[in-house]
């Protein structure tokens, strides 16, 4: 369900045509999940089947469902639209999005909450899916460059406090602003729409506009507070951050992204209370400047899994609890290691050893790794050195008056934890022409976060690439790797489209990328899988032509790169003498040059010269090239890897350049 992560999502019409028209949205897998919206109607539309009725005037029902939707969708006249949200909106960050459709379905209106709310992306899903054109009027979206508020959502990262306005205005403007990143992955920054921005990675004054990417708080910098709770360090001298004052130009507007890169590592006594073990978390980020926004999750040893107050503490603050086995946290070297931990739960280490490990696997997201996975991980990172960086080393904290003790120790991952369930589409395109990609390939494409494909696929549906899409083109040959990259950006948590031409399940990408996940022991639900079909070449090719393939047919595929030759001959053999008409893919390249000539000998062995056969070279496309010909002319017939071969069978004919297989209705 492509638009499920809308939901809750609240449709609202007034009359037939505009129900009809929000009914068309809830009926596929490539809509919204009929589970996760309403369409409410008033009184007079009663008994319509899949609606709900509301029984006050519809202002007062728009504003007792504003706080608990994502998103609305107006079948109304904007004006209207306008005078019943007036008195409902209130910060950007908050409201919801609000679209217009009209009557007609012509146009797909971003009202309100376009960046924040997602309210440009899910016109532009709506628009694609019932063939509008989306209205997007901000001026990030008008000029196709990234929006500031949203560059790292995809990534999980939080929005810290700044003058969020004043920056997106000087990128819109084309004033140079400057990014400063200390945190987290640069893989945003190859974005569609990034590249042309005014966004500069490198040092300089000449800047009206900063970006801060980081991991560290700097609010408490001059703050005489001193924590109330006693801590104790193994370390004499603790690891100071270097402190980098971002205010040291006022006149800049300045903003923060925090990607969740901190794994904060927990030991405690049984029984400690979950304000102990949050003011243990509190104090040592004061002290030591981190920001509480950058905690990708809580670390421990496996038999603190149900210790309550580490329980109550992730629950309350959404973070992830990872834990791991004695036997896997005592392999881990760590600056403090203790014999009387060692004696007491058969590790040196917990908060430590724990911190580090939960750093070297967030690309896993949610999923739990077994003893032998994480063993493997271990020794494939340098020796048994993890990927995390140990920024606080164990501080050992109790709070007066209360019972417990914890141990907290802070780590640095490589990449962060974005927290999301990633997904692959996997998508054909057709032909490559835009008419002939299904509405529901179309949406698939518009809503992911990065899309991967051969770079002539890719410049193909280059209209329907939106503004902050990753965009990864590998080229022909590079296929498995195509699918391995999917693979990694989808454990990570992002969604990701694989694009093939023509259908991408019919010697497309489909079938690697679900090789590649059995290689990796995938349990068939994470990441998820959708496909979306599309015209593949053999039906591309005779819709070109006429009817070829109105009987029985095969399709086969000249290129011997990942098939024996003797195989394929093998095949050519029994399509030739069971008279099938025969589809041939990759026909002949710059270094296979025979394999064309021995099938066609092949035919000739079981058919009459005179058969038929078209040969179409980039149907659909602007170099499109058709010629119909007989077997025996068939090698006089310029051909190449991007062309089909369709071989008729004994009925086939050629009428007036149609090519007709006859089903037999004609006697």
């Known amino acids: 369900m492509l638009l499920a992560e809308f939901a809750p999502l609240a449709l609202i019409a007034i009359a037939s045509t505009g129900i009809n028209k929000l009914q068309s949205l809830c009926v596929s897998s490539s809509g919204i999940p009929k589970d996760s919206a309403t369409i409410w109607v008033p009184e007079s539309c009663a008994g319509i089947t899949g609606t709900q009725v509301y029984n006050t005037s519809l202002k007062k029902h728009v504003a007792s469902l504003w706080y608990n939707q994502k998103a609305f969708v107006f079948c109304l006249a904007t ?10 909106l209130g910060n950007k960050s908050s409201d919801p999005a609000v679209l217009v459709i009209d009557e007609k379905g012509q146009f797909v209106i971003s009202l309100c909450g376009g960046h924040q709310g997602g309210g440009d992306r899910l016109a532009q899903l709506i628009a694609t899916k019932i063939g509008a054109t989306p209205i997007l009027t901000g001026a990030s979206a008008s ?7 949203m560059l790292g959502v995809p990534f999980g990262w939080c929005r810290g406090k700044g003058d969020w306005t004043a920056v997106s205005a000087s990128v819109v403007r084309g004033e140079p602003v400057q990014v400063v990143q200390e945190a987290g992955s640069t893989i945003w920054r190859t974005a569609k729409g990034v590249e042309k921005s005014s966004l500069c990675f490198e040092e300089t004054v000449d800047t009206t506009a900063k970006i801060w990417i980081t991991y560290k708080s700097f609010t408490d910098k001059n703050s005489t507070h001193k924590p109330s709770t006693h801590k104790s360090s193994t370390q004499n001298s603790p690891f100071k951050l270097k402190d980098q004052n971002y205010t040291e130009q006022p006149e800049k507007s300045i903003v923060t992204w925090y990607p969740k890169v901190l794994w904060v590592g927990i030991g405690c006594e049984r029984g400690t209370p979950r304000k102990v073990i949050e003011a243990a978390i509190k104090n040592t980020f004061q002290e030591y400047q981190l920001a509480k926004d950058a905690i990708a999750g809580i670390a421990t040893i ?23 086995s004695r036997e896997i946290l005592k392999n881990i070297s760590v600056p403090n290691p203790s014999q009387i931990v060692a004696k007491e739960v058969g590790t040196p280490s917990v908060a430590e050893a724990a911190a580090l490990l ?13 003893d032998k996975e994480l063993t493997e991980e271990i020794l494939n990172s340098s020796q048994g050195k993890t990927k995390g960086e140990m920024l606080i080393p164990k501080q050992i904290f109790r709070l007066e008056g209360q019972p417990g003790a914890v141990t907290v120790a802070v780590t640095k991952s490589e990449r962060e934890y974005t927290g999301r369930k990633g997904k692959i589409l996997l998508v054909g395109t057709g032909p490559g022409e835009l008419q002939q990609i299904t509405p529901a390939a179309k949406t698939a494409i518009a809503s992911v976060d990065a899309v991967i494909g051969y770079g002539l696929y890719l410049d193909l549906i280059s209209p329907l690439l939106r503004t902050g899409q990753i965009i990864e083109a ?3 040959t590079k296929e498995r790797q195509r699918a391995q990259r999917a693979i990694e950006l989808a454990n ?16 497309g990408m489909a079938g690697l990328v679900l090789e590649e996940l059995q290689v990796c022991g995938w349990d068939g639900k994470t990441p998820g899988i ?14 070109r032509v006429g009817t070829p393939l109105m009987h029985d047919f095969c399709a086969i595929s000249l290129s011997d790169l990942l098939t024996p030759w003797e195989v394929i001959e093998k095949r050519l053999q029994a399509a030739a003498a ?15 040059t025979e394999q064309l000539t021995i099938a066609t000998n092949i035919f000739l062995q079981h058919r009459n010269p005179n058969t038929t056969v078209a040969v179409v070279r980039s149907a659909y496309r602007e170099d499109e090239q058709i010629t119909i010909t007989t077997l025996d002319k068939l090698l006089d017939v310029s051909v190449d890897m991007l062309t089909i071969v369709l071989i008729g069978n004994q009925s086939t004919r050629n009428y007036c350049e149609w090519m007709i297989t006859p089903r037999g209705y004609i006697n």
Not at 79 to 88: K, T
Not at 530 to 543: C, D, K, V
Not at 578 to 588: E, G, M, R, S
């Open 79 to 88: 004006g209207a639209v306008v005078r019943l949200i007036a008195p409902l």
């Open 474 to 476: 590998l080229p022909i």
């Open 530 to 543: 959708e496909i979306f079909p599309g015209i593949t070449a053999l039906q591309a090719a005779a819709s």
């Open 358 to 370: 939960a750093a070297l696997i967030p690309s896993h997201t949610d999923k739990e790794l077994t």
């Open 492 to 507: 990570w948590g992002l969604s990701v489209a694989v694009v093939s031409s023509g259908d991408c399940g019919i010697y």
């Open 302 to 324: 496996d038999i603190k899994s149900d210790e309550v107050g580490l329980v109550e503490l992730c629950a309350n603050n959404n973070l992830p609890l990872r834990t791991f």
């Open 578 to 592: 069971a008279d099938f008409v025969t589809a041939l893919y990759n026909p002949k390249s710059k270094t296979r």
């Open 143 to 149: 000029l196709e460059l990234p929006a500031v508020d």
